[in-house]
Nanobody, 123 residues
Framework: VHLAESGGGLVQAGDSLTLSCAVS????????MAWLRRAPGKEEEFVAA????????YYPNSVRGRFTIAKDNDKNMATLQMNNLQPEDTAVYYC?????????????????WGQGTQVTVSS
């Protein structure tokens, strides 16, 4: 299974951005999907996750109400809609897939990871 993120870039505070994660070599319908971000000097953080079939989602307080994760089974793709972006959202964002997963913020539950896409938010 291969994951390829896209959609990162440089935006201003308050802007929106949508990240995409294309899945190949597997069917996204069988996977829980998640997004994790890493920023220099900060602890890495799961920003969203979704159950493999029930649609239950997880968001930390830092992004709840601003970020939305979704799975598109027809396109075999996951997305992360990010609204009202702030400078503290600047990070490399990684997509992850876990077979039959519950969509929880636990790295051990995800077997497949993308290479990451940079999101930079200027103030």
């Amino acid at each position: 299974v291969h994951l390829a993120e896209s959609g990162g870039g440089l935006v201003q505070a308050g802007d929106s951005l949508t990240l995409s994660c294309a899945v190949s070599g597997g069917t996204i319908g069988a996977f829980a999907m998640a997004w994790l971000r890493r920023a220099p000097g900060k602890e890495e953080e799961f920003v969203a996750a979704i159950h493999w079939t029930l649609g239950h989602t997880y968001y930390p307080n830092s992004v709840r109400g601003r970020f939305t994760i979704a799975k598109d089974n027809d396109k075999n793709m996951a997305t992360l809609q990010m609204n009202n972006l702030q400078p503290e959202d600047t990070a490399v964002y990684y997509c992850a897939a876990g077979l039959g997963g519950l969509g929880v913020p636990d790295k051990e539950k995800y077997e497949h990871w993308g290479q990451g896409t940079q999101v930079t938010v200027s103030s």
